[in-house]
């Protein structure tokens, strides 16, 4: 584990999806960081269980909350009871998002709406929850130099196309425009709203691409840095773009994918 430099103690970070995978590494790290963090999930209750243990362990508040992102009713519910254990909060990381595969001629609407819901109205939904916050209460200065800040969980599919995937790809770049509109909106209001891009990391989303070795082999070769990334790595980022160290950052997308978007298959010319 690197050890964390940043400082978010006394701040409130509010995380969906963080039962597993990405959200529950990135709610580890900003407890590590010092902030206090909702853990929200909407299926595994262990999961986010044990995400709240490790971020305790590491010395900081959590709570666990249930809510189906994709529903504006669990949503209001996940920050009126985020309000009622901490108060306000200062940061948070639209992560929840899911897959449901199919060749575009096959997929079901229902396959299409159930990953738009989740992966881009989900994110849409607590955004907008975080701003009607971020705006209400007075700004923080003790706290942070933002009034509040929010990082999307994107992807490389924000701007790598996907066959077999369309539903995603359209999600991600549907995060991409909608995180650009909401920073160049708010950012005289000093919120500030930024994407992470994730590559491949390994996590239960994407176990197909690297739990043999041949898998792993194929999947390698579109990553120039030469290893498969781990959920810390995106945590780290994200303590980052919460952190007052990226307080001139805002409406960029950050990829961590160990070079997936620079185009691998051109490393030895075209
Ligand atoms: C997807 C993974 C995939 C990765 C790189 C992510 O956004 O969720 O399944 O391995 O992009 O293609």
Redesign the pocket.
């Given at each position: 584990m690197t050890k964390p430099v940043l400082d978010l103690s006394g701040q409130v970070a509010v995380v969906t999806g963080a039962s597993s995978g990405i959200g529950q590494a990135v709610a580890i790290g900003l407890g590590r960081a010092g902030a206090a963090v909702v853990v929200n999930y909407r299926g595994e209750r262990d999961g986010a269980e044990e995400t709240a243990e490790a971020v305790k362990a590491a010395g900081a508040k959590a709570v666990v909350v249930h809510a189906d992102v994709s529903s504006e009713a669990d949503v209001m519910e996940l920050f009126r009871r985020t309000k009622e254990a901490f108060g306000s909060f200062q940061i948070l990381v639209a992560n929840a998002g899911l897959?449901r595969d199919a060749p575009a001629h096959e997929m079901s609407l229902d396959d299409w709406r159930k990953v738009i819901d989740v992966n881009l109205t989900g994110q849409f939904l607590c955004c907008r929850a975080a701003i009607r916050e971020y705006l209400a209460r007075d700004p923080q200065p003790e706290l942070s130099r933002a009034a509040g800040k929010i990082i999307c969980m994107s992807?490389?599919?924000e701007r790598i196309m996907w066959a077999g995937h369309v539903n995603?790809a359209a999600s991600?770049g549907g995060v991409m425009l909608m995180m650009q509109s909401l920073a160049q909106e708010y950012a005289a209001r000093k919120i500030r709203i930024n994407s992470i891009a994730?590559?491949?990391i390994k996590t239960p989303?994407?176990r197909d691409?690297w739990e043999t070795p041949e898998a792993l082999a194929k999947l390698l070769k579109l990553i120039p840095y030469g290893r498969i990334g781990e959920p810390e790595d995106i945590a780290n980022a994200a303590v980052w773009l919460a952190s007052d160290h990226s307080d001139y950052v805002t409406g960029a997308t950050l990829f961590v994918d160990g070079g997936?978007t620079l185009y691998p298959e051109f490393r030895d010319g075209g």
């Amino acid at each position: 584990m690197t050890k964390p430099v940043l400082d978010l103690s006394g701040q409130v970070a509010v995380v969906t999806g963080a039962s597993s995978g990405i959200g529950q590494a990135v709610a580890i790290g900003l407890g590590r960081a010092g902030a206090a963090v909702v853990v929200n999930y909407r299926g595994e209750r262990d999961g986010a269980e044990e995400t709240a243990e490790a971020v305790k362990a590491a010395g900081a508040k959590a709570v666990v909350v249930h809510a189906d992102v994709s529903s504006e009713a669990d949503v209001m519910e996940l920050f009126r009871r985020t309000k009622e254990a901490f108060g306000s909060f200062q940061i948070l990381v639209a992560n929840a998002g899911l897959q449901r595969d199919a060749p575009a001629h096959e997929m079901s609407l229902d396959d299409w709406r159930k990953v738009i819901d989740v992966n881009l109205t989900g994110q849409f939904l607590c955004c907008r929850a975080a701003i009607r916050e971020y705006l209400a209460r007075d700004p923080q200065p003790e706290l942070s130099r933002a009034a509040g800040k929010i990082i999307c969980m994107s992807s490389v599919h924000e701007r790598i196309m996907w066959a077999g995937h369309v539903n995603y790809a359209a999600s991600k770049g549907g995060v991409m425009l909608m995180m650009q509109s909401l920073a160049q909106e708010y950012a005289a209001r000093k919120i500030r709203i930024n994407s992470i891009a994730p590559g491949a990391i390994k996590t239960p989303i994407n176990r197909d691409a690297w739990e043999t070795p041949e898998a792993l082999a194929k999947l390698l070769k579109l990553i120039p840095y030469g290893r498969i990334g781990e959920p810390e790595d995106i945590a780290n980022a994200a303590v980052w773009l919460a952190s007052d160290h990226s307080d001139y950052v805002t409406g960029a997308t950050l990829f961590v994918d160990g070079g997936m978007t620079l185009y691998p298959e051109f490393r030895d010319g075209g």
